[in-house]
């Protein structure tokens, strides 16, 4: 058997092969978290308050944004010095992130005490000890890419698998246990668990590695060059961060209770599609890095790993135009729901364009270019201040000519087919632009 494994793993290289376990272990996991988002959650979150789950987890990544961006500036270096083995300066940067990650939290702490009750208000929710929980959670959720990132570096797969594979049960026993009480509460409870217990279990993988005594890392041209990366990021991360908040708040905001639960559902579906990508963008990293390292193409690579999810999408969607409405009816409050079937097809092709941006940026980071953020970071903030001048007109009345607000009246977006719009624009617009800069890259 194992001969047989290691032919196959020959003839499928490594990036297929290892991509190909990962996606094994993680769809086994993959099965408890649809459990989660398709029974569980609409279970005990009233139809009422469902479509509010989203914009509640944005919220909380925003405010969580800066922890975020420090591990994200540091995901190359932590790729370099795990390649080079220089574990010493590696365990001097992961306390740095931590000791971050603290300060940050701190900070954020105090601004949701002013601004999370008038956001729970704008979306409708009434229940006030969700502040610190959804918070910790998502600093938790953000600090431990700075450890999983160390295991991909290292190509240590067989660790990450198994870390998906703990991992998943986990995060159901934590919301079994926990929903129940408080459903909203507990959602995000058991959302915390998986991601730290990645973080115990990156620590106990990487026992020998950081086993070394800490060396100096932090000097003045280090501080210099991941300034400058850190304020690029950081206006990345940001407009990317207002345009998911904003779009998910508008989706609960401006649209009936019935139809952002509705969206909520079907996207449980459609993330379906996001399986082979959220694989695929693992493994990629590693390989792309060090394609750019030596100065080889990276596009052959992106360009089959970009088949690859289109062609898995596409077989995703295909059932749902047929059985989308019964599967839908079969589930908690599934009546309510099934009505909305139509739009897990699309939201797939959402999806999927979103995965194909991912895939090229993804690569694009890999190998320290950044030059895409000239006109993905203004798409992406224009796409936001778009969405509020089409929804929040109504404060203006009066002071726009009639005919014009007779206009935005009419194109409002007041359901969720015409939100779906929105969406498929700003994606296609964004997928686009990556091909193009893809066709015209010099390697």
Not at 32 to 45: D, E, R
Not at 170 to 176: A, D, E, G, K
Not at 207 to 231: G, I, M, N, P, Q
Request: proline share 5%; net charge positive.
């Amino acid at each position: 058997m194992k001969q047989l494994f290691d032919k196959l793993h020959s003839r499928m290289g490594d990036f297929w092969w290892y991509s190909l376990m990962l996606f094994c272990a993680c769809r086994t996991a993959d099965l408890l978290n649809a459990f989660v988002g398709l029974w569980l959650v609409p279970k005990y979150v009233d139809p009422s308050e469902l479509g509010a789950v989203t914009p509640l987890g944005n919220f909380a990544g925003f405010l969580a944004l800066p922890v975020a961006v420090f591990a994200n500036t540091f995901r190359n270096e932590v790729s370099n010095l795990s390649l080079a083995r220089e574990f010493g300066k590696l365990k001097t940067l992961m306390r740095t992130v931590f000791i971050a990650a603290g300060v940050f939290l701190f900070v954020a702490i105090i601004v949701a005490r002013f601004t999370l009750p008038m956001f729970l208000a704008r979306i409708r929710i009434v229940e006030g000890s969700l502040g610190l929980i959804i918070i910790v959670t998502s600093f938790i959720t953000a600090v431990a890419p700075v450890f999983t990132n160390t295991i991909q570096a290292l190509g240590k797969f067989k660790a990450n698998a198994v870390m998906n594979l703990v991992g998943a049960p986990l995060r159901l026993l934590t919301m079994l246990v926990a929903m129940p009480f408080r459903p909203l509460a507990g959602y995000f409870v058991g959302q915390g668990a998986s991601p730290a217990f990645n973080i115990v279990a990156s620590v106990v993988s990487l026992r020998k590695e950081l086993s070394v005594k800490a060396e100096v890392y932090w000097d003045h041209a280090t501080v210099r060059k991941f300034s400058k990366l850190l304020a690029i990021f950081l206006v990345s991360g940001v407009a990317s961060a207002v345009a998911t908040l904003i779009e998910s708040t508008v989706l609960r905001q401006r649209l009936p209770d019935l139809d952002s639960a509705g969206y909520y559902m079907a996207t449980r579906f459609s993330d379906i599609s996001g399986f082979l990508y959220n694989t695929l963008v693992f493994t990629l990293f590693p390989f792309t890095a060090a394609l750019a390292a030596k100065g080889k193409d990276m596009r052959p690579l992106i360009l089959k790993a970009a088949a690859a999810t289109v062609g898995f999408s596409a077989l995703v969607a295909l059932p749902f135009f047929f059985v989308g409405k019964p599967i839908l009816a079969l589930l908690p409050h599934g009546g309510q729901y099934a009505a909305y079937w139509w739009a897990i097809p699309w939201l797939i092709g959402i999806s999927t364009m979103g995965a194909l941006i991912g895939l090229y940026v993804t690569a694009e980071l890999s190998a320290n270019r950044f030059g895409f953020m000239k006109w993905m970071v203004p798409v992406d903030f224009a796409y936001p201040a778009l969405l509020l001048a089409v929804t929040g007109y109504g404060y203006f009345a009066g002071s726009l000519p009639a005919s014009w607000a007779s206009f935005l009246d009419v194109h409002n977006i007041r359901s969720l087919d015409a939100m779906l719009c929105w969406m498929t624009a700003v994606n296609a617009i964004k997928a686009l632009g990556c091909f193009v800069a893809m066709a015209k890259q010099r390697q």
